[in-house]
């Protein structure tokens, strides 16, 4: 007696669904990247298939720095936030003070549990009195819910419906330009503004995560690959090309910014109490607004800041030599162990071998001078042991005029 095929059995819900058949779910410009796959290097992001380089890592960097790059940003979370207590709701929630961030604005925010701990980072996009858009590393579905209880306001998850990339680059303003989008010279840093595409629109921010002139752009999933087509049309004579995150986490390096669960531990994925960070401990204590009402972690914060309980510090370190110091052991006079490492690389457009670390205070805060680092480098197959140097500077370690100028430059 014959069977059915398995997929023949399943519910037509779970068959059409098909995710159980998957490790990893594509996005919507999974067929682009396929087609532009050369490396084959794909990795794990937020259960999304993405990829890690392209072609090659380091001219997918320098696409950044000279000319454009596409980088899919369709597995961050995106959250939904609207109804007539949206404003008072991420007030209670989130560091900063939402009220100042008028309609057609982003800003970078963070948000804490009741212990003045680092839940995740992320933008809040306002696009509407009422409506916003909020953008993380990590799903938090269930504890917004729980913090909406008492407020008019609906809060849902959009990862799958809106697909994203960010567009990058000193390229990236002329790239959208020759794509048709007029208008879009009006967006200054951390604006935002709806566009026509096809029968719908893209919502178009001057945002990013290289420290670069740079946009991202927010489309409904069934409008991606026109959305794709339609750059890389315009960008051809741009030099456009398409990259992974390992160009994309050079040039964050390089730009001073940190990564949940790279740089610092998320309140509700660390295991053990000591790896909580609070804002002040991350480099995060400018968000805070004291002159605001209430929001979560509030006292918290002030009690550490008042009784200077803070622990550490996240600081930015230049390195001698040009080994990467990745995950490196920091030390006090090469012998006392006072932190550690989390990004690091030789910065191309710095000349210079940088590094992101996270260090125990005093060290890194009043005491920044005899500091060493632990770099282990192979040799002929073998790891030879080095210390070398380190002093603190400060971040962002490359600044660009062209980030911030006004109108964008025309590359």
């Known amino acids: 007696m014959e069977h059915a095929p398995l997929s023949k059995l399943l519910p037509a819900r779970t068959r059409k669904q098909g995710h ?4 990893l779910i594509t996005t919507p410009f999974q067929p682009r990247l396929e087609a532009l796959m050369q490396s084959e290097e794909w990795y794990a992001w937020g259960g999304y298939k993405a990829p890690m380089s392209l072609w090659d890592e380091e001219l997918e960097y320098f696409a950044i720095r000279s000319q454009a790059a596409l980088f899919d ?12 207590d949206a404003e008072a709701y991420l007030d209670r929630l989130t560091l900063r003070h939402v009220t100042r961030l ?54 849902a998850e959009e ?26 010279e009006g967006l200054k840093v951390f604006d935002l503004a709806e566009f026509s595409h096809e029968t719908g629109t893209v919502t178009i921010s001057r945002t ?101 309980q803070l622990r550490h510090v996240l600081v930015g370190l230049e390195i001698e030599g040009n080994i990467p110091a990745e995950h490196a052991i920091v030390y006090h006079k090469g012998k006392r162990e006072v932190g550690l490492v989390s990004a690091a690389i030789w910065s191309p457009l710095a000349k210079r071998n940088i590094a992101i670390a996270s260090l125990e ?36 370690f490359i600044k660009l005029d062209r980030r911030t100028a006004n109108p964008p430059g025309d590359f």
């Open 102 to 155: 008028k309609p057609g604005r982003v800003h970078y925010t963070a948000w804490c549990d009741d212990e003045g701990h680092v839940l995740d980072d992320g933008t809040l996009f306002r696009l509407a009195q009422n409506r916003f858009r909020l953008c993380c590393q990590e799903r938090h579905l269930p504890w917004l819910l729980d913090s909406a209880i008492g407020f008019d306001v609906t809060v």
């Open 20 to 23: 159980f058949r998957k490790p």
């Open 159 to 184: 990862t799958e419906a809106v697909a994203a990339l960010a567009l990058q680059g000193p390229a990236s303003f002329a790239v959208l330009r020759d794509a048709g989008f007029e208008g879009v």
């Open 208 to 308: 990013g995560f290289t420290g670069d002139l740079g946009y991202e752009l927010f489309i409904e999933a069934k409008a991606a690959l026109s959305l794709w087509d339609r750059l890389f049309r315009a960008g051809e004579r741009r030099g456009l090309r398409a990259i992974g995150y390992a160009a994309l986490n050079r040039a964050r390096i390089e730009a001073g910014l940190i990564v949940a669960n790279a740089d610092f531990i998320t309140a509700d994925h660390a295991l053990r109490a000591d790896r909580t960070r609070m804002p002040d401990e991350i480099g995060l204590g400018f968000m805070i607004d004291f002159k605001k009402g209430h929001f979560n972690g509030r006292k918290a914060i002030e009690r550490a800041r008042f009784k200077k």
């Open 361 to 396: 205070r005093p060290y890194g805060d009043t005491v920044t001078d005899d500091l060493w680092v632990e770099i282990y480098a192979m040799r002929e197959l073998r790891y030879e042991k080095m210390m070398k140097r380190a002093k603190v500077v400060a971040r962002p």
């Open 73 to 84: 940003i369709s597995p961050m979370v995106k959250y939904r936030i609207d109804g007539p």
